[in-house]
């Protein structure tokens, strides 16, 4: 595992389990990992962590519009 110092200024009122989350959040919300890696990351259930996404205006869904697009094509093949 990796170890990271982060120097925050004093001015920003957040503290190191807040920025942990954000750090998780915006990894999920870029595609570098899964929503049950970013909930152990912070060592979170993974239905606490959907909440976490919630305040940091990321959507649980971690779909592209190809990727959508393309399950929802598979759906209709499969339903002919």
């Not at 503290?15 to 915006?26: F, G, M, R, V």
């Not at 595609?31 to 959907?50: H, I, R, T, W, Y």
Request: glycine share 4%; charged share 20%.
């Amino acid at each position: 595992m990796k170890t990271i110092t982060l120097s925050i200024p004093d001015f920003i009122d957040i503290d190191s389990k807040e920025a942990l989350q954000a750090i998780a959040a915006h990894l999920y919300g870029a595609g570098k990992l899964s929503l049950g890696q970013a909930a152990d990351l912070v060592n979170l259930p993974k239905v606490e962590f959907m909440n976490i996404l919630t305040r940091f205006n990321i959507s649980v869904f971690n779909y592209s519009h190809d990727e959508l697009d393309s399950d929802f094509e598979a759906i209709k093949d499969h339903n002919s």
